[in-house]
């Protein structure tokens, strides 16, 4: 495998994701029966989003040597079914010190961060299941 993580259980609703050398937890909510201890999931997911986002929007600041105070990136989602998934997702951008001549450039910019691309163009994904046969747990 490429690039690795791992989550693990790590009782009740968390896991505890290990990424080179780092550690984040995720939870439910309480009324999802977690113990909102962590961000969920899909709140991680949206979060991975705003921090490229904002990653893109800083480096493109400091290389017009802009001032990066106040840069800001919010996000919101709302829910599709069929299957039950992330429907919308709207990212804001705060650029307070972005002069309005950059911002076409600045908005290509932000738009080719690696999530929004990956987004955009899906990766494959390959889900596989350890085998753990009874038989070879004896």
Known sequence: MGNELTATYAGGDRLRISVR???LFTD???GDGGDDTA???TELFIAGL???VGFYAERFLRRHRLPADGLSIRCGHTWAENPHRVGTITVRVDAPGLPDALRPAFERVIEHCTVH???VHPPAITLEVADYSLSSLR
């Open 28 to 30: 439910q909510p309480a």
């Open 39 to 41: 961000p969920t999931p």
């Open 21 to 23: 050398g780092h550690v």
């Open 117 to 119: 691309n990956t987004l």
């Open 50 to 52: 705003a921090g490229c």
